[in-house]
Nanobody, 121 residues
Framework: QVQLVESGGGLVQAGGSLRLSCAAS?????????MGWYRQAPGKQRELVAT???????NYADSVKGRFTISRDNAKNTVYLQMNSLKSEDTADYYCNAKGVGPTGFGMDYWGKGTPVTVSS
C-alpha cells in the first residue's frame, strides 16, 4: 500500500522556521513525476505550495517563493519542505502529494493525511 506520512508541523512564531517531512512507502519518490506540498487553511481551497519533478526541477507559489524550499532525499524516500520567515497567512494544514503527469502518469495521485502548521502573529 502506498503511504505518504507528513510530520514536522507545529506552532511557531511569525518570522520563525519549520521543516516538514513526507516519508513515502510503497512508492519510490525518484520514479514519481511530481512530488508536491499543498496547504489548506480553514475556509479556503487547497493550494499548491511547491513541487519537485522527477528530474529535480522545483517550482513555488508566488506567496512562498524565496522563503520555502522543497527538497528530497532519495535514499530516505523522503521529501522535505523547509519553511523560513513564516507569516500568519502560512497557517494551514500541509499535505504531501505524489502525482503522475500525462499519458505515462497512469492517473497516479496519492495524498498524505496532513500535518498542521500554526504561525502566531
Amino acid at each position: 500500500q502506498v503511504q505518504l506520512v507528513e510530520s514536522g508541523g507545529g506552532l511557531v512564531q511569525a518570522g520563525g522556521s519549520l521543516r516538514l517531512s513526507c516519508a513515502a512507502s510503497g512508492i519510490n519518490i525518484f520514479t514519481v513525476d511530481v512530488m508536491g506540498w499543498y496547504r489548506q487553511a480553514p475556509g479556503k481551497q487547497r493550494e499548491l505550495v511547491a513541487t519537485i519533478t522527477r528530474g529535480g526541477n522545483t517550482n513555488y507559489a508566488d506567496s512562498v517563493k524565496g522563503r520555502f524550499t522543497i527538497s528530497r532525499d532519495n535514499a530516505k524516500n523522503t521529501v522535505y519542505l523547509q519553511m523560513n520567515s513564516l507569516k500568519s497567512e502560512d497557517t494551514a494544514d500541509y499535505y504531501c502529494n505524489a502525482k503522475g503527469v500525462g499519458p505515462t502518469g497512469f492517473g497516479m495521485d496519492y495524498w498524505g493525511k496532513g500535518t498542521p502548521v500554526t504561525v502566531s502573529s
